[in-house]
């Protein structure tokens, strides 16, 4: 398809026409009928047509459609080109049909064939969705071999031979001068995108067409240009004891840092995030810990074995039960330090879930984010960084150790945490981690739920904890961090209930759905924070995470 939309847009050029030639109604010429439609335009000896039959006398409206698919910046200068034409191409109805070539005249009508198309492309098609429902219906694998058989690369043994012309840039039309055109610099850019496409699709295995480089090519742009030092706000993380490098990382410098110079910086890296998301291929990247940030939760929670039929039913009981047991308990341990919030406290919960290369296990993974509470981080004690001294506790690790030994203390033996707790350890199959008999801890303890690996700062070179931003992938896993939503806990009486009836109950409103970019900045935990940290009430702290502190 994209070497039909050079061909197309250089034809064009070469002939000076006003736009690309489409099928299209056009005005009729014995007055029978105002307008007909005609499906007889080409190019002369790249259609099946001959050279009398092929007509080249009109350019349609949505003849850039595929162009602005395959090359929007391209595809957007030929559709001006054609709404600049003639005074009735634009309407207060949308856009006329076509127009002559030499741009005397336009076929007075409007269809939805032509606005429609040429809307959707410019909105980048509908490639991403139909992708979404194919894979869902099992369909994908079926659909892509098929293209790939049709339209693949045309080989000969082992020889692949490419179209003459195939790296050249798309064409613009004739009324770009030359001095903003450059078709060397196009043909380099084409080459670049060529092979940044074919990393990405050896990376996933998918069959992703040309007109998704632009995206693809934009992303590895952004980690080219953003190269930074240990300690920059956004790492890959490390695998086997080396940073991890994927097809949009670069190969040199201080591989694996990068760091966004200001916030047209960071809304570009959100918006590569969401864009190869979308396409199938997402990144590998986390947000690393600045001195403040807003409290947040890295809860893992483990199900069966790779081969158990049930191995994902660990889901029903750790957040899809219709009580909220764990989230009301996490939010009532939160007020008791937060006791400010107990009139609405915001949620923003992410989910991770599939399996555990390294467990062999179903793993549920869900990061809870409070955006209203500032807390400070914990940090390592390296030799390297100078630091192993006796530093004041910090409040994040304080106040997850406090939700911990609440939820371990609740109920005793029996009451609703209590037979969650033996809901969950049944799940994994009550591995046992630490410890044996009384004393030991299982996989699913709450101690190991609440990993407090992500809230540790590493100051050290090789550092690489942090949390994952939303739509962002773990490495070789392919289980991409999704928003399940946002919700509003508030409550007018106190936690201070019996042990049997802990967590009490609350209110829990659902809250608007946010657009895809904004939930990357919602789950961007790097971003400064300005201002004070949340004041909280020390003194409830439990006695036991004093104890740990």
Known sequence: QCAAERLRSW??????????????????????ERTCHVASFGIPGAVSLRLDQARQDHVAGCGAFGLLLADPATGAAWLLETLCAHSG?????????????DRSEICPLLTWDAKATTSLAVLGGLGSQMRRFLERDGFLK?????????????????????????????????????QAWSPGAAASACE?????????????????????????????????????????????????????SGWYTPSTGSVGHYAAAGEKDRLALYESVVSCFKLGVPLVLLARQPKCYPLFFDLDVYGGLEDDPNFDKVKDFAWEDEDQVLSRAIVSSVWELYPQFRGGLKVAVFSSNGLCRRKKRFKA?????????IVDRPEKCTQASGKCGQPPAARHIAVRNHVVCRLSTAGGAWGDLPDLR??????????????????????????????????????????ATGLRLPFTDKPREGRPKLPLGRWRFSSTTSSDVSLEDWPPKCSIEQLRDLDLVEWVRLGDISADVTGELTPWSEEFLHRDALLEL
């Open 365 to 373: 993974s869900y990061h809870l984010v409070f955006p209203d509470i």
């Open 422 to 463: 033996d809901d969950l350890r049944r799940c994994c199959d009550s591995e046992v981690v630490t410890g044996i008999g009384d004393d030991a801890t299982y996989l699913n303890d709450w101690t190991e739920i609440l990993d407090e690996f992500p809230l540790w700062h590493e100051p050290g070179p090789d550092a």
């Open 142 to 178: 079926r659909f892509s071999s098929i293209l790939n058989r049709l339209h693949g690369t045309r080989a000969c043994g082992d020889e692949c031979h490419s179209l003459p012309g195939e790296l050249l840039g798309f064409a613009p039309p004739a009324s770009v001068g030359k």
């Open 89 to 101: 191409m634009q309407t207060q109805w949308g856009m006329a049909e076509s127009c002559t070539a």
């Open 11 to 32: 034809w064009a050029r070469a002939e000076g026409l006003p736009g690309l030639l489409g099928d299209c109604h056009v005005a009729s010429a014995d007055g029978a």
């Open 192 to 244: 670049e995108a060529s092979v940044v496409l074919q990393l990405a699709k050896a990376a996933r295995a998918l069959a992703l067409p040309w007109c998704d480089a632009p995206r693809i090519l934009a992303a590895r742009r952004w980690f080219d240009c953003h190269e930074s030092e240990p300690g920059a706000p956004y790492c890959t993380g490390m695998v086997d004891k080396e940073p991890y």
